[in-house]
T-cell receptor
Framework: GQQLNQSPQSMFIQEGEDVSMNCTSS?????WLWYKQDPGEGPVLLIA?????ELTSNGRLTAQFGITRKDSFLNISASIPSDVGIYFC????????????FGKGITLSVRP | NAGVTQTPKFQVLKTGQSMTLQCAQD?????MSWYRQDPGMGLRLIHY???????DQGEVPNGYNVSRSTTEDFPLRLLSAAPSQTSVYFC??????????????FGPGTRLTVT
């Protein structure tokens, strides 16, 4: 099935740094979701975006719905050790029965 | 409000055994789904349901069975376990329509090993 593109597979940053990750698709979506997965846990929803160009924040996290509707961005500011985990993007194109399309995720490591 | 719950958390099966992975949600969500997560493969959809009595296949349905007799529960059955079914299984749910329709929530997962 279709997958969203998330790269690189892993990112290593220093505590206190900002980090940006993006997610791209060849198809348009009208919903973008960002999840974080801690080791041994299920994905937890961080931010939901519903409108092209929309910018939404959740604490130190900010996500944007790309104007082309084919991409989305997640920024984490002033990273802390508990930001470590896998960050997934997911896209959905309308319709009640539509299925989410997921990226493979980016593993974020934060050096103290 | 417990959200999405799954049992068991861990399971070891022998090849050929059958078992049922349980999933329940208390958010009155119409849509429920099962995914498997394997290294390098991301999340792959196994089966989904848009309401009680309605189920459909996802990307990787072979070897799995589902039913949806109530809004709350969506069990996943492994008919005859194979080593290729060693994976982490996640159940998820969301509403079908309304303001937060597309916010999908996941359970904590079941880690299954088939020997």
């Amino acid at each position: 099935g279709q997958q969203l593109n998330q790269s690189p597979q892993s990112m290593f940053i220093q505590e206190g740094e900002d980090v940006s990750m993006n997610c791209t698709s060849s198809s348009i979506f009208n919903t973008w979701l960002w999840y974080k997965q801690d080791p041994g846990e299920g994905p937890v929803l961080l931010i939901a975006l519903y409108k092209a160009g929309e910018l939404t924040s959740n604490g130190r996290l900010t996500a944007q719905f790309g104007i082309t509707r084919k991409d989305s961005f997640l920024n984490i500011s002033a990273s802390i050790p508990s930001d470590v985990g896998i960050y997934f993007c997911a896209g959905l194109y309308t319709g009640a029965n539509s299925k989410l399309t997921f990226g493979k995720g980016i593993t974020l490591s934060v050096r103290p | 409000n417990a959200g999405v719950t799954q049992t068991p958390k861990f399971q070891v099966l022998k090849t050929g055994q059958s078992m049922t992975l349980q999933c329940a949600q208390d958010m009155n969500h119409e849509y429920m789904s099962w995914y498997r997560q394997d290294p390098g493969m991301g999340l792959r959809l196994i089966h989904y349901s848009v309401g009680a009595g309605i189920t459909d296949q996802g990307e990787v349905p072979n070897g799995y069975n589902v039913s949806r007799s109530t809004t709350e529960d969506f069990p996943l059955r492994l008919l005859s376990a194979a080593p290729s079914q060693t994976s982490v299984y996640f159940c998820a749910s969301r509403r079908l329509a309304g303001g937060l329709a597309y916010e999908q929530y996941f359970g904590p997962g079941t880690r299954l090993t088939v020997t």
